[in-house]
T-cell receptor, first 113, second 114 residues
Framework: QKEVEQDPGPLSVPEGAIVSLNCTYS??????FMWYRQYSRKGPELLMY????GNKEDGRFTAQVDKSSKYISLFIRDSQPSDSATYLC?????????????FGDGTTLTVKP | DTEVTQTPKHLVMGMTNKKSLKCEQHMGHRAMYWYKQKAKKPPELMFVYSYEKLSINESVPSRFSPECPNSSLLNLHLHALQPEDSALYLC?????????????FGQGTRLTVV
């Protein structure tokens, strides 16, 4: 079983829709939770990272962490065609696994005009 | 400036060639990373440098040789690669190892081994 499981997608939504991207994890030692956006043939871009359970908002993006359920989500409001990309969740514990990030396999999102 | 610059953007090399990938950041970050990413897969950590010293080597074959000449530069020397080493090679940096949740990635070098 993988430590991090990400909803595989692909996901296709109309412009303006609310998008929900989700990851579950099994390692309760994870402390930090990150979301990256990766356009085709480009490097990942850090969108947000969170430490505690709860919500963190940045513009149209909201990251949600539920440590009790070992579940994280990224919500995108008013989705735009420019949001079309692969979204990677990643998790990190400084106490285990040599402090390296564990990534989900990514969800590819297409927002249609 | 939150930029990590990687050169070259594309590289085609033969299995007997020696080449180097370069990575530069001017954010004052003291931790730098090399990742390898195959198509439709997440990045895989290869090496971590902290304060110019190799901190983590994820059992990478010796045909990949990292070098950190100073706090702004990270190189990856390539020699006798195999076709299966073709991938996107990503460099990243963070303030230090304790801030690695806020790591910034470069745009990558797309390597093709023929």
């Amino acid at each position: 079983q993988k430590e991090v499981e990400q909803d595989p997608g692909p996901l296709s939504v109309p412009e303006g829709a609310i998008v929900s991207l989700n990851c579950t994890y099994s390692n309760s030692a994870f402390q930090y939770f990150m979301w990256y956006r990766q356009y085709s043939r480009k490097g990942p871009e850090l969108l947000m990272y969170t430490y505690s359970s709860g919500n963190k908002e940045d513009g149209r993006f909201t990251a949600q962490v539920d440590k009790s359920s070992k579940y994280i989500s990224l919500f995108i409001r008013d989705s735009q065609p420019s949001d079309s990309a692969t979204y990677l969740c990643a998790m990190l514990s400084y106490n285990t696994n040599a402090g390296k990030s564990t990534f989900g396999d990514g969800t590819t999102l297409t927002v249609k005009p | 400036d939150t930029e990590v610059t990687q050169t070259p953007k594309h590289l085609v090399m033969g299995m007997t060639n020696k080449k180097s990938l370069k990575c530069e950041q001017h954010m004052g970050h003291r931790a730098m990373y090399w990742y390898k990413q195959k198509a439709k897969k997440p990045p895989e950590l290869m090496f971590v440098y902290s304060y110019e010293k190799l901190s983590i080597n994820e059992s990478v074959p010796s045909r990949f040789s990292p070098e950190c000449p100073n706090s702004s530069l990270l190189n990856l020397h390539l020699h006798a690669l195999q076709p299966e080493d073709s991938a996107l090679y990503l460099c990243a940096s963070s303030q230090d190892l304790l801030q690695r949740a806020e790591a910034f990635f470069g745009q990558g070098t797309r390597l093709t081994v023929v």
